[in-house]
């Protein structure tokens, strides 16, 4: 599987555009790329996926380099709720299930 | 909908001691999980069940049985409780199949387990 790396932590002051980056220099051409977050001890939310495209939705956008080796998620106007550990993880087949490997992520703190 | 739901929110058990944590979702997914997270660590999965009526080992299953008694439910037990189970599990669920765009998690709210 693919393995992912990300800043441990990031600050951003509200309102501003929060951009938080992930390597995965080791992607494979049918991984995905998802992002999701954690906020406080709260169960971990999905936020987007993409596999070459960029994506967008209501909650970010997801910004894919063309040789997929690095990807963004973009918060366009971060807010106090924003502030959460945010994990990126390569989505690789296996066996028959999603195998999914949640490392530390990236701890955003979003600043009055 | 609720979602996925756990039960209960919060146990202490001693030594020993065996208990269930019990899972269920709503969204008719195929897959659920069982995860484990300690202070200041991600996610580890433990067991998981890519469909009913079947069940497969993760990363860290010593210690731990499930149950996926249907489609909705999925249950993680342990038997003889250990200090070093105590933890935040949580349950997920995706539609499924392997792989694939369709694949996000959801996922509860978490059992927080101290074990004495």
């Known amino acids: 599987d693919a393995k992912t790396t990300q800043p441990p932590s990031m600050d951003c002051a509200e309102g501003r555009a929060a951009n938080l980056p992930c390597n995965h220099s080791t992607i494979s051409g049918n991984e995905y790329v998802y992002w999701y977050r954690q906020i406080h001890s709260q169960g971990p939310q999905y936020i987007i996926h993409?596999?070459?495209n960029n994506e967008t939705n209501e909650m970010a956008s997801l910004i894919i380099t063309e040789d997929r080796k690095s990807s963004t998620l973009i918060l366009p106007h971060a807010t106090l709720r924003d502030t959460a550990v945010y994990y990126c993880?390569?989505?690789?087949?296996?066996?028959?299930?999603?195998?999914?490997?949640f490392g530390i992520g990236t701890k955003l703190q979003v600043i009055p | 909908n609720a979602g996925v739901t756990q039960t209960p929110k919060f146990q202490v058990l001693k030594t020993g001691q065996s208990m269930t944590l019990q899972c269920a979702q709503d969204?008719?997914?195929?897959?659920m999980y069982w995860y484990r997270q300690d202070p200041g660590m991600g996610l580890r999965l433990i067991y998981y069940s890519a469909s009913e009526g079947t069940t497969d080992k993760g990363e860290v299953p010593n210690g731990y049985n499930v149950s996926r008694l249907n489609k909705r439910e999925f249950s993680l037990r342990l038997e003889s409780a250990a200090p070093s189970q105590t933890s935040v599990y949580f349950c997920a669920s995706s539609e499924g199949p392997a792989g694939g765009p369709r694949n996000e998690q959801f996922f509860g709210p978490g059992t927080r387990l101290t074990v004495l």
């Open positions: 969204m008719n997914h195929n897959s």
């Open positions: 993880i390569v989505s690789a087949s296996s066996g028959g299930y999603q195998k999914v490997t």
């Open positions: 993409g596999l070459k």
